[in-house]
């Protein structure tokens, strides 16, 4: 497919205010592998198309002629509005649904044809590892994980990995049909650049955070080395497209104090009551006996105060009593230049 031109996806769509909409969204998001051509005349479609070869042709449905399924492109798709696939020939992708999930099969499309191109936004990987773990059980991490990435992505771009057994996140849980986690690790083995655009499909948003689906089956988590993990991080980092990826960190993954040691900054969350000191007590033991003494010299280790209410949707998380109070330890870190967190 060397002939076509791998950086274009060419929309034509006769509905101005949606061809808009779905362009700016497009362009809004960084890391996609080709420039987006927007048109509402069939006419300069055809012809760009006729004098530059297109990676990806997208149409609406009311607007496809047998004039524009000869165009040659490289992949083509027809974004339905009816329901009734009229042209079984193309891919067909629901036009009324949300933007998101129309990228995902948009890239999809994509990659089953092309020689993976994908951008990098910066030429080496300097992600900050952000690690939030604990031994105490219902003291809160996940949603003060949330809460402290949906602060970071509002200034920084930031990545969420959820890697709890069972993770019971409200709006981030897939379906069976959704791929998540593991589906990533499946193509860390993928050739060339291939694995960014993998990443790509995968990719969810809540507001401005970037997340990957935690995984449905959680034993999936247990049969992971803690090397595929290394290199799962590592390759994620080395896109560079992130400045920040908050690990949300359970005993499911094999490997966890070395994950924990990549980590610029942990925070570990207890309690006030003498179950939670004992089980403390007996964690920092381990790492001691491990020789994992650095993990605790960079841990902070926090007793929440008792909150009246927790949001239940992830983009609620920057709002409330729970948002103030990491609000004051995000101010702390920066004021202290503990992660170089910048004003």
Known sequence: MKNYELSVLRLYDPEEEYAQLFTEFLKKR????????????????????????????????TAFSEELAKLQAGCTVILNESGVVKWPEFRNVNKYQKAENILQELLEAYLEFAEITFPRLTETGKAKLVGIYSPVRRCLQTSFALTMSQM?????????????????ITGLLPDMQTRDLADLLYFLNAQGQEFYLRMETLIRKRGQLDYVPPVKAGQNLLAVTSQEWQRLLQKIDESGKYQ?????????????????????????????????????????????????????????????????????????????????????ILAEERRAGTWNIQS
């Open 152 to 168: 970071l992505a509002e200034e920084y771009t930031t990545l969420y990995l959820n890697f709890e057994h069972y993770a019971g």
């Open 244 to 328: 920040y990826i908050v690990l949300d960190l359970s005993e499911s993954m094999q490997g966890l104090f070395d994950i924990m040691k990549k980590c610029m900054r942990i925070f570990t969350l207890t309690k006030n009551d003498r179950a939670a000191a004992c089980k403390m007590l007996q964690y920092e033991q381990l790492l001691g006996m491990c020789q994992y003494e650095e993990i605790l010299e960079k841990t902070s280790r926090i007793i929440l105060p008792r909150f009246d209410r927790i949001p239940e949707e992830p983009e609620q998380y920057t709002r409330g009593a729970l948002a103030d109070y990491v609000r004051s």
């Open 30 to 61: 960084e890391g996609l592998p080709w420039e987006v051509h927007t048109y509402t005349s069939v006419e300069e479609i055809v012809k760009e198309t006729r004098q530059n070869r297109t990676a990806v042709l997208v149409v609406a449905e």
